[in-house]
C-alpha cells in the first residue's frame, strides 16, 4: 500500500473538475464591512485565478497591472458591493462564461439549516423574442390548478417588470448579449422560487392575450438535495418515460429521459432507467434546461451509448491535458450483464443547456451517437471550480479547456442542434413541443421500427 | 510541468555538455539511493510490518478551499497482496479501488465501474504491494540518487525510481531524518496522467510502525490535505476485500 493517496487521486481529479454554470443568484442586502476582509477577500480571488488558470501567460494580459488597476476600488470601497464589482471586473478581463461571484448571502439563503423550505413556482420559462414565454408547467403544482400554462407571457414577477430588464438587455452588444440572456434566463428562473408556501405575486398574458394577475402559492420543490463541496444546496430532479405505440406486441416504444443537473444521484436512475428502455426504438435525453454539474458524469452517461472507450473531449490545464472518455456499460450494479444500447439517441437542447451538458451533446454528436434538436445550447462549457473567500462570497473560476472529440471548443459557439425548433408561443399553446415531436419522429423512422408512436406531447 | 520536473530536465541538458569526470564527482558527492532506502526503513520501524498479516488505514481528505472533505479508508493483505480503498465525499458518494491480487479496478459514481488496465492498471498493482511502501518491492527494479535538494522546507536527496511497468517516480529522502518528506508520481486514471507532488509531513509512530501522519499536494490550483487518523494491523476481514457485485461480475467476464 505505497500510495493510498494517490488512488484517491484517480477519484480526485474527476471530482475536482466540475463543470458548472453558475446557479441563479438574486441581489442580497449588504453585510457588515470590514474593509481588511474585503482587501483580503480580493487578493485571494486575484491569486486563485492567477495560479489556477489554465493558460498560465492569463490570454496576454498584464494580470499584476489589472490588480493595480483595480484593488485601490477595494481600498477606497464603501460596502461589500465595491469589492464585488471589483472582483467581476477582474475575471471577466478573461472574457469567459465560467467566471462568477456567489454572494455570500444567497448561499446562505439556499442553505438547509434554515427553517424554509425551498419552493418553487413549478413552471419553468423562456425569452422568445422579446417576450418572456412560460414554457413547461408541472402538473399537480398549484400554478397548474391555476390554471398556468405553456405559451402564457409572463410580464412582472412581484416587483420587477420583464420589459424593463429585457430593455437593459437590449443595449448590451451582441456577442455579450447571448450570454447576458442566459444570465437572465437563470435568474428570472431563479426569481420563481422562494420558501415553499409562500405567494408569489405574477401578472401573464394568457392564452387569448387577457391580462392574468394572480398570487402563485410556491410548491415545496421537488428532488433530492444534494451538498457537494462549496457549491450551494441543488435540488435533482430525474424524470423517465416510455412513449408507447401498442402495436409490435407493445415492444416499440421511445425512451424518454430528463434530469435538471448532472450530480451523481442522477446515475442509479438513469441505469435503471435505460434498463427499462433496452428494447426501446430510441432513447431522448432532453437536457433542456440542465446546466450542467459534475463533468466526469458524462462518461458514465455516455457509457450507455458506446461499446468502446470513445474519447468524448480533452479538457486542458494548466499542469495536464486530461481526456473524458466513455465507459462502457456492461454490467447493471447487481452485476447482471449488459450491453451498452444500440438504438437511436436523441438529445434536446435549448440556450439553458450549459456546460457538462454541452459536453455531452457535442461528443455524441461529433461522435455520430446521437442527434441533436432544439435550440442551440448556451456556450458556456469550461471546467471551473468554486471556493470561498474571506468575506464568505463563493468564486467561481475557470481551470480548464474544453474541446470536443473534433477539437472544437464548445464555449462561445455552444451545440449547434441538427434539427433546430426555436421555440414559438403558437406552438406551446397549442400543447405541442415540436423539438420532441421531431426527435420522436426521427426515432421512429429508424429500421428498428417504423410503427407510428402516439404523441409525444408536453406533459 | 512543475519547477522539480524541469530542474530535472535542465540538469539533464546540462549532464550531455559536462565531462565524464565532472559527472564523476557529481555522483560520488551523493549517497547510494539503496542506503538511502535502508536509512528509511530503519527510520519508520525496519521489518516490523512484518510480523503482521494486514494494515487498515483511516484518513481524511481536505480541499478546503473547495469545501469539500472525505473519508478515507485504505485495506492491504500482505500475503495475497490486496487492496481496497474507499472514499466517501458528501453529496457524491462512495468510490472504491481495488486490487485482488491479479486485476486492478474501480468503482466510483460517476463513471461507473471498470477494470483498470495499462498503466493504470499496472500502477495500482504496483502499488498494493506492501514492500512498495518500504521501496524494497521488487516491482521497483532501479532506485537512483540524482541530487540534492530542498523540498518541503528541508534538506532531501532526491531519488529516481524505475518500476517494472516503465514508469518512474521520485521520492526525496531527508538528510537528517531519512524520511521520505516530499513524492512525486504521475497518477495515472482514464482521463489521462497527472504529476502530482505530495508533501509527507508529521511521522508519527502507528503501533511501532512510522508513518506520515499529514500530507500535503497541490492540484489544479487547488491544495489537498490527508490527515491519517489511524494506521491498525491485522484488523481487516476477508468479507471486507470483496469486490461489489458489478466488479465481480466484471472480473469474472475478464
Sequence with gaps: ??????TTLRFLVAALAATFVATPIEAQAPQPFDRAVELASFDTAWTRVRDSYYDASMRGLNWSALRDTLRPRVEHGRSREDTRSAISTLVSRLGESHFGLIPADAMDAGSTDKSDVAGDAGFEVRFVDSTLVVTRVDGGTP????????GWLVEEIDTLRVIDVLRATASVSAPTRRFALVRLTLNINGRLTGP??????????????????????????????????????????????????????????????RFNIFMTPVMPQFEDAMSGMRSCTGVILDLRGNVGGL???????????????????????????????????????????????????????????????????????????????????????????????????????VIGDFAGPGGSRVEGAGVVPD??????????????????????????????????????GRR | MNVFVRRVGLAAAALSFVSVAATR??????????????????????????????????????????????????????????????????????????????TAWSKEPMSGARILTGVEGAQAAEEADPEASMRTSPNITKSETVEKTTM???????????????????DCFSVTTGLIVAS?????SMMGEMEVTTLLGEYKDFGGIKRAGTTTMQMMGQEIKTTVTAWEWDTVKPAEMEPPADIKALLKKG
Excluded at chain 1, 426 to 450: K, N, P
Excluded at chain 2, 31 to 51: H, M, T
Design chain 1, 1 to 6: 500500500m505505497s500510495n493510498p493517496l494517490g
Design chain 1, 143 to 150: 400554478a397548474s390548478a391555476m390554471g398556468v400554462h405553456a
Design chain 1, 196 to 257: 415553499s408556501g409562500e405567494k408569489l405575486r405574477l401578472v401573464f398574458r394568457d392564452g387569448k392575450n387577457a391580462r392574468r394577475e394572480l398570487l402563485v402559492p410556491l410548491r415545496e420543490t421537488p428532488g433530492q438535495v444534494v451538498e457537494y463541496g462549496a457549491l450551494p444546496p441543488m435540488h435533482v430532479r430525474f424524470d423517465s418515460r416510455r412513449l408507447t405505440s401498442g402495436v409490435r406486441g407493445g415492444s416499440a416504444c421511445v425512451g424518454v429521459i
Design chain 1, 295 to 397: 463533468g466526469a458524469m458524462v462518461m458514465g452517461i455516455s457509457g450507455h451509448y458506446f461499446a468502446k472507450a470513445e474519447t468524448l473531449g480533452t479538457m486542458r490545464l494548466r499542469e495536464a491535458t486530461m481526456r473524458y472518455v466513455a465507459n462502457p456499460v456492461r454490467v447493471s450494479r447487481s452485476g447482471q450483464p449488459l450491453q451498452p444500447f444500440e438504438g437511436r439517441v436523441a438529445i434536446v437542447v435549448d440556450e439553458l443547456s450549459a456546460s457538462t451538458t454541452e459536453i455531452l451533446a457535442a461528443a455524441m454528436q461529433v461522435l455520430g451517437r446521437a442527434r441533436v434538436f432544439g435550440t442551440p445550447s448556451a456556450g458556456q462549457a469550461l471546467p471551473a471550480l468554486m471556493t470561498r473567500l474571506p468575506n464568505g462570497d463563493r468564486l467561481m473560476y
Design chain 1, 419 to 456: 434539427e433546430p425548433f426555436p421555440l414559438s408561443r403558437r406552438a406551446l399553446l397549442a400543447g405541442r413541443d415540436e423539438a420532441l415531436e421531431a426527435a420522436v419522429r426521427w426515432i421512429e423512422s429508424s429500421g428498428r421500427s417504423t410503427d407510428s408512436l402516439k404523441s409525444a
Design chain 2, 25 to 102: 564527482v557529481s555522483a560520488q558527492a551523493l549517497p547510494d539511493a539503496k542506503d538511502l532506502i535502508q536509512k528509511y526503513n530503519e527510520a519508520v520501524g525496519g521489518n516490523a510490518w512484518k510480523s503482521h498479516t494486514s494494515a487498515r488505514m483511516k484518513g481524511t481528505l481536505e480541499v478546503p478551499a473547495a469545501g469539500m472533505r472525505a473519508d478515507i479508508e485504505a485495506m492491504n493483505v500482505f500475503a495475497s497482496k490486496t487492496f481496497m480503498m474507499k472514499t466517501t465525499i458528501p453529496g457524491m458518494g462512495e468510490m472504491l479501488a481495488g486490487f485482488d491480487g491479479t
Design chain 2, 152 to 170: 518541503n522546507s528541508q534538506e532531501c536527496y532526491k531519488v529516481v525510481h524505475t518500476w517494472k511497468s516503465g514508469r518512474t517516480s521520485q
Design chain 2, 184 to 188: 512525486i508520481v504521475k497518477q495515472t
